[in-house]
């Protein structure tokens, strides 16, 4: 799944999405991103996921990837490869969603 969010305007902003589902669908995984610009350049930026390992964690190695760079297609598909091989997904981070009869 991809999404894409709207540059805010102004110096701030706190974009969020909301997805209907069951009351017990649990997230595979969550992230969480902060991206400070500087026209098209990353000046600063975080990165953050959950439910790939036992704690969730910051991906310092991606955000090295972005950070002082101009941001364009090519940099952020590397930043996508890096994040890809940085996580380590765990096995039985949640216990299997079982229906009770």
Do not use: N
């Not at 610009?37 to 991606?62: Q, S, W």
């Not at 090519?74 to 890096?82: F, G, H, I, N, R």
């Amino acid at each position: 799944m991809e999404a894409q969010v709207p540059e805010p305007s102004g110096r701030r902003g706190a974009p969020s999405s909301r997805w209907e589902g069951l009351a017990a669908d649990l997230a595979k995984i969550s992230i969480a991103a902060m991206v400070v610009r500087e026209g098209d350049v990353c000046k600063d930026c975080g990165i953050a996921m959950g439910g790939v390992a036992k704690t969730p964690f910051r991906l310092k190695r991606t955000e090295g990837v972005l950070r002082r760079k101009k941001l364009d297609q090519d940099l952020v598909a590397k930043a996508c490869q890096e994040g890809s091989e940085e996580i380590q997904p765990s096995q039985g981070v949640r216990p299997p969603f079982t229906r009770r009869k």
